[in-house]
């Protein structure tokens, strides 16, 4: 019988997917697909996943290995895309993809424990919540719904780098303030810095992921990139809301205490701006506060 949930991982040599695996015959309610793009006939082949080969960065060999007939993923709930770097137990990956379709998530992502190699701060472990609702899943390790993918499968050939995916793809979301987060009652580790092949690659072609990037939100008019966390549940199962005026600053503080350590002061007042820009709620809070500490 065919699990619910598939894995596709784009593999090198240097892959870390057997870590999520463990021994051949261990029971587990997701499948996994490597797409392989080295060179070694006998690398990463076993009896319980399917090896499929395809040269190219991941996107494109995502998006290729999505458009063939070589894996039949639309039979699928949800699929994670995870990069090949990360570090995660077999357990990790089903509580995953358990948590996801409990709280409806169409778009989702592990968090990233605090010793791994971090690119935003949003995404870091947050010990006070269980999961936070974002407008920022970044592509390193995104869960989808079959729904999302089959919409969002078409601009995985934006560009080389992949950099700004993370925020077309809330445009495709139904409710854009529900439907997307971090779930922080899980913790994967990823173990190395950005960069790779590809970005040699790019670099010696005289690419940047920056201008693919700036190019992209020129294409789809995307110009506010602030990443808000619209609401979190905390560890006592309490749901808080940025909308909500009474509300916003229980949410807001314990979200910003999490994503101190990784930003720099300019970072932190760009995080305070944007939550302020994109909620009335918030302002409103913040008056409230003011009002308050001038009485």
Not at 118 to 130: K, M, Q, Y
Not at 155 to 162: D, I, K, L, P, R
Request: proline letters at 5%; aromatic letters at 8%; glycine letters at 8%.
């Amino acid at each position: 019988m065919r699990n619910r949930n598939l894995v596709i991982v784009r593999a090198g040599d240097k892959s870390l997917h057997e870590g999520w695996l463990g021994p051949v015959g261990s029971q587990r309610d997701w499948d996994l697909v490597v797409s392989y793009f080295g060179n070694d006939e006998q690398m990463h082949r076993r009896p319980d996943v399917q090896r499929i080969d395809g040269k190219g960065p991941k996107w494109l060999g995502l998006y290729n290995l999505l458009r063939s007939d070589d894996i039949d993923w639309r039979s699928y709930d949800r699929i994670w895309l995870p990069d090949d770097d990360l570090a995660v137990a077999p357990e990790t990956v089903q509580r995953l993809f358990m948590l996801a379709d409990y709280h409806g998530l169409h778009l989702a992502q592990p968090s990233l424990s605090h010793d791994s190699y971090v690119s935003h701060a949003g995404t870091v472990h947050n010990p006070r919540f269980l999961l936070r609702r974002t407008n920022f899943v970044e592509v390193m390790a995104p869960v989808l719904t079959r729904e999302l993918l089959e919409r969002v499968l078409p601009t995985m050939v934006e560009n080389e780098s992949g950099w700004g995916l993370d925020f077309l793809w809330q445009m495709f979301l139904d409710r854009p303030r529900r439907d997307a987060g971090v779930i922080d009652a899980v913790q994967i580790r990823h173990t190395r810095p950005v960069g790779g092949p590809n970005y040699a690659k790019m670099k010696a072609e005289g690419k940047s992921p920056w201008d693919e990037m700036k190019a992209l939100q020129r294409k789809y008019n995307i110009w506010d990139v602030a990443q808000i966390c619209w609401s979190g549940i905390t560890q006592d199962g309490i749901e808080l809301e940025l909308d909500n005026a009474d509300e916003s600053m229980a949410l807001f503080s314990p979200v910003l205490d999490g994503m101190r350590a990784w930003l720099t002061p300019a970072e932190l007042q760009d995080v305070i701006g944007g939550h302020l820009r994109n909620s009335g709620a918030m302002r409103e809070a913040a008056s409230r506060l003011k009002d308050r500490q001038a009485a």
